[in-house]
């Protein structure tokens, strides 16, 4: 999903009155909103792929996926950002009439072109500072490539895991994710990137 920067400072309040209203999505981020728009078809069934595998995986247990319609606080320091996260899995969960959540366990991003930056830096930060998460995931789009973030007492852990063979494994919530699964349907590319982004770059080294 692709966003776009607006000029004026609001409140949470009022970001929270705009988006009860609004037709499009946005996301905030201390006192800045951000505009988002669609994503692509190769995004979304990513996305959706993660999500089924989730839900099958703990149907009638307490901890429960989400899609991209439901947003997340970040409340940490002087932080004050909600973000609409492609999934996530809640175990502790807000009352039902809420609008966002507070307490998620685990975030998943697709990349995107226009989305990248803010995955693997803004919204790394972000996120990684939530009491709650034990795991944050990024997914290449053209690629079979994830990036792991895990919770190891009071650090984080970083893997790469790739290829159609590969797992990454969530025991956490007694679940894991076959990568040829999350990429069922999609069709790769020689490279990482499809789209004509000369900031796009394939991280397979280093990465977040």
Same mark, same amino acid.
């Given at each position: 999903?692709?966003?776009?920067?607006?000029?004026?400072?609001?409140?949470?309040?009022?970001?929270?009155? &705009?988006?009860?209203?609004?037709?499009?999505?946005?996301?905030?981020?201390?006192?800045?909103?951000?505009?988002?728009?669609? *994503?692509?078809?190769?995004?979304?069934?990513?996305?959706?792929?993660?999500?089924?595998?989730? &839900?099958?995986?703990?149907?009638?247990?307490?901890?429960?996926?989400?899609?991209?319609?439901?947003?997340?606080?970040?409340?940490?320091?002087?932080?004050?950002?909600?973000?609409?996260?492609?999934?996530?899995?809640?175990?502790?969960?807000?009352?039902? !009439?809420?609008?966002?959540?507070?307490?998620?366990? =685990?975030?998943?991003?697709?990349?995107?072109?226009?989305? &990248?930056?803010?995955?693997?830096?803004?919204?790394?930060? *972000?996120?990684?500072?939530?009491?709650?998460?034990?795991?944050?995931?990024? !997914?290449?789009?053209?690629?079979?490539?994830?990036?792991?973030? &895990?919770?190891?007492?009071?650090?984080?852990?970083?893997?790469?895991?790739?290829?159609?063979?590969?797992?990454?494994?969530?025991?956490? !919530?007694?679940?894991? !994710?076959? =990568?040829?699964?999350?990429?069922?349907?999609?069709?790769?590319?020689?490279?990482?990137?499809?789209?004509?982004?000369?900031?796009?770059?394939?991280?397979?080294?280093?990465?977040?």
């Amino acid at each position: 999903m692709s966003s776009a920067d607006k000029p004026s400072y609001y409140s949470v309040e009022e970001y929270l009155q &705009r988006e009860a209203t609004s037709l499009v999505k946005s996301e905030y981020v201390d006192g800045w909103i951000r505009a988002m728009t669609g *994503a692509s078809i190769r995004h979304n069934s990513i996305a959706v792929n993660v999500l089924v595998l989730l &839900r099958n995986q703990l149907f009638g247990k307490i901890c429960r996926p989400f899609n991209s319609d439901t947003k997340i606080r970040v409340e940490h320091g002087d932080k004050r950002r909600f973000y609409y996260p492609d999934v996530q899995v809640v175990c502790d969960s807000n009352d039902q !009439l809420s609008v966002y959540q507070d307490h998620p366990v =685990l975030i998943i991003e697709v990349l995107s072109p226009s989305t &990248r930056a803010y995955d693997l830096h803004e919204k790394l930060d *972000a996120y990684l500072s939530i009491p709650s998460l034990q795991c944050y995931i990024v !997914l290449e789009q053209h690629q079979p490539i994830a990036y792991v973030m &895990r919770r190891s007492n009071q650090e984080w852990i970083k893997e790469i895991i790739q290829g159609l063979d590969a797992t990454i494994h969530l025991p956490f !919530l007694g679940c894991s !994710l076959a =990568l040829k699964d999350i990429y069922e349907g999609i069709e790769f590319t020689e490279t990482c990137v499809q789209e004509t982004d000369p900031e796009y770059e394939c991280i397979q080294e280093g990465g977040l």
